[in-house]
């Protein structure tokens, strides 16, 4: 078992950065692919960032390419998302996950942390 407790969200002001954390204990996350999602206010959840657990191959979401950057540290066991031009539309609780499956789809993810709430103000 994976236990994943994401950190650092909170309120900024449009065209802020804000750097979210996800801690893992339990087992090691060398072995996985790791993951950012999130969910929008009346959104389904949805794909932002990922890393592969060999940390050669990392994947964005069109929406947030070029200003999220995804970062993963084996040592410390944790993984991080580096947000920074923020816009009103990233406003969303941010999930981290780990898994062995397809890294852009929620299937792809067994252990899922409780989220972290982002607001970006206008």
């Known amino acids: 078992q994976v236990q994943l407790v994401e950190s650092g969200g909170g309120l900024v002001q449009a065209g802020g950065s804000l750097r979210l954390s996800c801690a893992a204990s339990g087992r090691t996350l060398a072995t996985y692919d790791v993951a950012w999602f999130r969910r929008s206010p009346g959104k389904e959840r949805e794909f932002a960032a990922a890393k592969r657990w060999s940390a050669t191959t990392t994947y964005y979401a069109d929406s947030v390419k070029g200003r999220f950057t995804i970062s993963r540290d084996n040592v410390k066991n944790m993984v991080y998302l580096q947000m920074n031009s923020l816009k009103p539309e990233d406003t969303a609780v941010y999930y981290c996950?780990?898994?062995?499956?397809?890294?852009?789809?929620?299937?792809?993810?067994?252990?899922w942390g409780q989220g972290t709430q982002v607001t970006v103000s206008s």
């Open positions: 996950a780990a898994g062995r499956g397809n890294p852009v789809a929620e299937e792809g993810y067994n252990y």
